[in-house]
């Protein structure tokens, strides 16, 4: 039964990885129909190589000024849709009941819900409701309270405002009953919820850090010669397991069928709270916080591409990277590609 409502009501991250366009197959198809004959006609009585290269350059660009791109590859708005978020929905519901009793897919729906239903929709309120039962039902106490808050904070409809109120009510005696028995599990403050942690403690350094290069340590220095070529000495033993370079990407990138379960940014899993992108349905945050430095970083830039990116060149995850990396270069430069094309002039190519 259960496969048989999985097979019926995929879950749209799925589908979206089976509807990717496969680019290579038509690219092919594009220099088989329009391409190649256009190019063998211009360059047939040519025999001056960079001639012929300049030919083939220029027949390129016209041809991809004119190439209906929106139209061969399917491009459409990523924009909010209650319909999907209801449906989407609909499907955790089938998941949660108890003859099925499965909680966390239907989690995932209720995610996906939040994520295509329009702010301050009834849509958002139901689903974010509906996720407070799934935490309640793992005992997720301050996960339950805040998607409660975030439930009316969404309009959740008075007609069924009781339902929330129960909720909650009942929620408020489990963490005094449990807080002498589970007092690490129980620590609820109204307004103050913050998303959990990766249960990871944070790298340090085991030495002291270097003054210029704060991610190396101090004992560690870049050298060269016709030998090794660049390579990295220490200036005193080190032993198995020290820590001597920790250094953030500069460009990262959570897998597509992570986006209702992981948050876009810090790639915690914090699937119980996650807060939905206003400008597309892909992308899902821990915090406020995270879904800021995201837009700030990178996001505003891809928000309104990244669910057609991941269907053309999803298969290509390369070709995704490429994006968000560039997405960041962007940023950091605050849109001054001239400033950008000065500062990659200027780099060490060795």
Same mark, same amino acid.
């Given at each position: 039964?259960?496969? $048989? ?19 290579? !197959?038509?690219?092919?198809? #594009? ?6 004959? /256009?190019?063998?006609?211009?360059? &047939? ?38 319909? !999907? ?38 849509? =958002? ?5 509906? =996720?407070? @039962? ?10 339950? %309270? ?9 309009? *959740?409809?008075?007609?069924?405002? *009781?339902?929330?109120? &129960? ?39 085991? *030495?002291? @850090? +270097? ?11 870049? $050298? ?5 070529? $660049? +390579? #990295?000495?220490?200036?005193?033993? %080190? ?22 379960? $992981? ?10 709270? %996650? ?17 800021? &430095? ?5 996001? /505003?830039?891809?928000?309104?591409? #990244? ?15 490429? #994006? ?27």
């Amino acid at each position: 039964l259960v496969n $048989r409502l999985k097979n019926s009501n995929p879950n749209m991250s799925e589908k979206l990885s089976d509807d990717k366009c496969n680019v290579t !197959k038509l690219f092919g198809e #594009l220099w088989r129909e329009s391409l190649k004959q /256009r190019i063998i006609e211009s360059t &047939k009585d040519q025999q001056d190589k960079k001639k012929i290269a300049e030919i083939i350059k220029s027949e390129i660009d016209d041809f991809l000024r004119t190439f209906p791109f929106r139209d061969r590859f399917n491009l459409q708005p990523d924009a909010k849709d209650n319909a !999907k978020a209801l449906a989407a929905r609909n499907c955790g519901n089938d998941l949660f009941t108890p003859l099925i009793g499965e909680y966390l897919e239907s989690l995932q729906y209720y995610n996906e819900s939040i994520a295509y239903s329009e702010p301050g929709s009834e849509a =958002r309120a139901l689903a974010y409701g509906n =996720r407070s @039962a799934v935490c309640l039902k793992f005992g997720l106490y301050e996960e339950c %309270l805040e998607n409660i808050r975030l439930a009316r904070a969404s309009k *959740y409809p008075v007609r069924l405002a *009781y339902k929330l109120k &129960k909720r909650e009510q009942h929620v408020k005696r489990c963490i005094v009953k449990d807080a002498g028995v589970f007092p690490d599990k129980v620590k609820h403050t109204p307004g103050k919820y913050r998303p959990r942690d990766s249960g990871h403690p944070a790298l340090q350094l085991s *030495y002291e @850090a +270097h003054a210029n290069v704060p991610q190396l340590v101090k004992c560690v220095e870049l $050298r060269q010669n016709k030998e090794y070529g $660049r +390579h #990295l000495v220490t200036t005193q033993n %080190l032993k198995a397991g020290d820590v001597f370079l920790i250094e953030m990407p500069y460009a990262n990138l959570l897998c597509d069928t992570e986006r209702y379960k $992981r948050c876009a940014f810090c790639q915690n899993e914090d699937t119980f709270t %996650l807060i939905p992108c206003e400008g597309c349905t892909v992308a899902m945050y821990c915090s406020k916080e995270c879904m800021d &430095k995201a837009h700030k970083q990178y996001h /505003r830039y891809e928000c309104g591409v #990244l669910r057609d990116c991941w269907r053309i060149v999803g298969l290509l995850l390369k070709g995704m990277v490429g #994006l968000r990396t560039v997405a960041t270069a962007f940023a950091s430069f605050d849109q001054d590609l001239e400033g950008w094309n000065d500062h990659l002039n200027t780099l060490d190519e060795t």
